[in-house]
T-cell receptor, first 115, second 115 residues
Framework: GNSVTQMEGPVTLSEEAFLTINCTYTATGYPSLFWYVQYPGEGLQLLLK?????DKGSNKGFEATYRKETTSFHLEKGSVQVSDSAVYFC??????????????FGQGTTLQVKP | DAGVIQSPRHEVTEMGQEVTLRCKPI?????LFWYRQTMMRGLELLIY????????DSGMPEDRFSAKMPNASFSTLKIQPSEPRDSAVYFCASSTTGSANQPQHFGDGTRLSIL
């Protein structure tokens, strides 16, 4: 079946530190991969996406590369800010199956950035 | 453009009462999703619709939960009777097609507290 596994949190970093949040997936077919971010008290927002192998999604200084050989989509940012404190969700979506349209989410990773 | 609109933002009610959550998807989107988020279970997909038709309701926890989509611009999620364990944040999301590269757009959620 299709599944997403993220590193457990919380991840606590100092401002300007380098961030990596690991995400690996299992999927039948050819998934698209997404990172969503949820700020306190808000809904999930799309942060970035990649739709095929070796694609790199990027937004707001975050980036993630679709690695088919390692079935991974790790989120990285070179220098985090306090305002990046949020919960980050990795997700996949597979077309052409009975789950068409449905996102499979990881469990979420909480990031806390301290000044 | 208006995003996904959910109402109410907060709901506090006593157990045994009927609760109705409402969602207006983004105009032109033909998929609508209802999620529940709790600390214990994370983000769970309850049900989703395509062109107003329920496609997968396997995530609906019990018969006390029901969802309808009478037209393309409105959906409801009802809990009757409500119980304290239903307390959670409920999100609605919509997307344009089932295509794998189309993300879902989330509302800000309804925070439900059952006393």
């Amino acid at each position: 079946g299709n599944s997403v596994t993220q590193m457990e949190g919380p991840v606590t970093l100092s401002e300007e530190a380098f961030l990596t949040i690991n995400c690996t997936y299992t999927a039948t077919g050819y998934p698209s991969l997404f990172w969503y971010v949820q700020y306190p008290g808000e809904g999930l927002q799309l942060l970035l996406k990649a739709t095929k192998a070796d694609d790199k999604g990027s937004n707001k200084g975050f980036e993630a590369t679709y690695r088919k050989e390692t079935t991974s989509f790790h989120l990285e940012k070179g220098s985090v800010q306090v305002s990046d404190s949020a919960v980050y969700f990795c997700a996949l979506k597979v077309s052409g199956s009975s789950n068409t349209g449905k996102l499979i989410f990881g469990q979420g990773t909480t990031l806390q950035v301290k000044p | 453009d208006a995003g996904v609109i959910q109402s109410p933002r907060h709901e506090v009610t006593e157990m045994g009462q009927e609760v109705t959550l409402r969602c207006k998807p983004i105009s032109g989107h033909d998929y609508l999703f209802w999620y529940r988020q709790t600390m214990m279970r994370g983000l769970e997909l309850l049900i989703y619709f395509n062109n107003n038709v329920p496609i997968d309701d396997s995530g609906m926890p019990e018969d006390r939960f029901s969802a309808k989509m009478p037209n393309a611009s409105f959906s409801t999620l009802k809990i009757q009777p409500s119980e304290p364990r239903d307390s959670a944040v409920y999100f609605c999301a919509s997307s344009t097609t089932g295509s794998a590269n189309q993300p879902q757009h989330f509302g800000d959620g309804t925070r439900l507290s059952i006393l």
